[in-house]
């Protein structure tokens, strides 16, 4: 059964300093992955996905994260972190055995609230 | 345990059939949501409520209705007029409208 943990549930960082938010995840099957970020007030926003094409994703607002198969993580990372990327970050995996049906079940993990301090 | 519970897992819809899916939560939020998953896209939003007996209606509302007589339940009809109701269906929770998300675990719907 899939399953995703995310490691942190709080992140704190300085401005213009790099921000790395950790997602681990288990699957029987070769998993889709995704990040999502929900600003404050705001609904749900994709940020990026992961479907076996390149191992690296890059996403808006210049995050990116890495499949690595190996380790069964899909980190979140971005160079230098901006005040307007402090929200609340969800990992996704789903379930890759109905990706080729309609409809693919999605399991969230609970969450790292990332905080940006000037 | 506080959650929320989606319910079926799994719901066949003949064609031209009404069907409603199940959401409880027992974390006494305010707020509930429904979100659609299609293959290739991000999720959508289809009808939020961040009161009892109100509820808004998001980006893809067309065939499908709600209510929320309960603090705690949210269910999604889902009727005839949505003519591509083959999807993931998540609900959602928060303590006040757009706070921090809590997910059920989901369920997914296909046309027989």
């Known amino acids: 059964a899939q399953s995703v943990t995310q490691l942190d549930s709080h992140v704190s960082v300085s401005e213009g300093t790099p921000v790395l938010l950790r997602c681990n995840y288990s699957?029987?099957?070769?998993?889709?992955l995704f990040w999502y970020v929900q600003h404050p007030n705001k609904g749900l926003q994709l940020l990026l996905k992961y479907t076996s094409a390149a191992t690296l994703v890059k996403g808006i607002n210049g995050f990116e994260a890495e499949f690595k198969k190996s380790e069964t993580s899909f980190h979140l990372t971005k160079p230098s972190a901006h005040m307007s990327d402090a929200a609340e970050y969800f990992c996704?995996?789903?379930?890759?055995?109905?990706?080729?049906?309609?409809?693919?079940?999605?399991?969230f993990g609970k969450g790292t609230t990332l905080s940006v301090s000037s | 345990d506080g959650g929320i519970t989606q319910s079926p897992k799994y719901l066949f819809r003949k064609e031209g059939q009404n069907v409603t899916l199940s959401c409880e939560q027992n974390?006494?939020?305010?707020?509930m949501y429904w979100y659609r998953q299609d293959p290739g896209q991000g999720l959508r939003l289809i009808y939020y409520?961040?009161?009892?007996?109100?509820?808004q209606k998001g980006d893809i509302a067309e065939g499908y209705s709600v209510s929320r007589e309960k603090k705690e339940s949210f269910p999604l009809t889902v009727t005839s007029a949505q003519k591509n109701p083959t999807a993931f269906y998540l609900c959602a929770s928060s303590r006040t409208g757009f706070e921090k998300l809590f997910f059920g675990s989901g369920t997914q719907l296909s046309v027989l």
């Open positions: 974390l006494n939020h305010d707020a």
């Open positions: 409520s961040q009161i009892v007996n109100d509820f």
């Open positions: 996704v995996v789903s379930d890759s055995i109905l990706n080729n049906q309609a409809g693919t079940a999605l399991i």
């Open positions: 699957s029987s099957y070769s998993p889709s």
